[in-house]
């Protein structure tokens, strides 16, 4: 399991690098194809040698070898967190086939739900709806038997926040409603802790706003909850199956 810590790690470098696209060309409606990588200031193409994740960063020093325009450390910061968030899943469920594989799959999805969230507060549908589908199919042929548990864990879950969401559209979104749904499909019961975790950040940040800006503008100011799920999300996929077993033997 060690050595296959480093694959996983290379691997999830290259995938941050193609989310660094995602987040920012999705959101634009912009090809994630075409046109190749290029420089946002000069739009030079970027050599292949200038873009391997987070060493070229590194040995241009945050600059575009062109003209020299800084390159937000935001991109091999996302390529890190990837790879990192990869070499987790694969450390944790090495022995599971079927939640190794949704793992990964549900790290991919949720770094650019995060970033596009926190960027412009919304969560787009072209990234939970596949995200559902493929949980669906990959759960349902990975490990059938606990697909059930998934299904219900999604509806309950994004019923959880869909039912507010209706109610005081200004507060909670449908975005993070399908999205906690979503979560339900790859993390089943361990959603629960999953939630709690971003309920709970959530609180310490809106409250950490008010304190600063006062209550009446701190309400007002918007706080995208996608960021908070993802986070929620990872710490359920690590350590919500254990969470869960020790609250049922405790209650």
């Given at each position: 399991m060690p050595i296959a810590?480093?694959?996983?790690?290379?691997?999830?470098?290259i995938i941050g690098s193609f989310l660094n696209v995602v987040s920012y060309r999705l959101p634009a409606r912009v090809s994630l194809a075409t046109p190749g990588s290029r420089c946002p200031a000069c739009e030079t193409p970027i050599k292949p040698y200038d873009n391997i994740p987070v060493l070229s960063w590194l040995l241009l020093r945050g600059r575009c070898r062109a003209c020299s325009a800084a390159?937000?450390?935001r991109y091999p910061l996302v390529e890190a967190l990837t790879a990192v968030l990869f070499a987790a899943v694969v450390a944790v469920h090495?022995?599971?086939?079927?939640?190794?594989?949704?793992?990964?799959?549900?790290?991919?999805?949720?770094?650019?739900?995060a970033l596009i969230d926190l960027d412009h507060k919304l969560i787009p549908n072209r990234l939970t709806l596949p995200a559902a589908v493929l949980g669906v199919v990959l759960g349902t042929a990975l490990d059938p038997g606990g697909e059930v548990e998934r299904l219900i864990a999604g509806a309950v879950a994004g019923l959880?926040?869909?039912?507010?969401?209706?109610?005081?559209?200004?507060?909670?979104?449908?975005g993070d409603a399908k999205l906690?749904?979503?979560l339900g499909l790859y993390l089943g019961a361990a959603v629960a802790p999953a939630f709690l975790v971003a309920f709970m950040l959530g609180t310490v940040v809106g409250v950490a706003i008010m304190i600063r800006s006062g209550v009446a503008q701190g309400r007002k100011t918007p706080i995208p909850f996608g960021p908070f799920l993802?986070?929620?999300?990872?710490?359920?996929?690590?350590?919500?199956?254990?969470l869960v077993s020790q609250y049922l033997g405790t209650f």
């Open positions: 810590l480093l694959p996983a790690a290379a691997f999830g470098l390159i937000a450390p090495h022995a599971d086939a079927a939640q190794l594989v949704l793992g990964l799959v549900l790290v991919a999805f949720l770094v650019p739900i959880v926040l869909a039912v507010p969401s209706l109610l005081h559209p200004k507060g909670i979104g449908m906690v749904a979503v993802a986070v929620g999300a990872v710490v359920g996929l690590l350590a919500g199956n254990e």
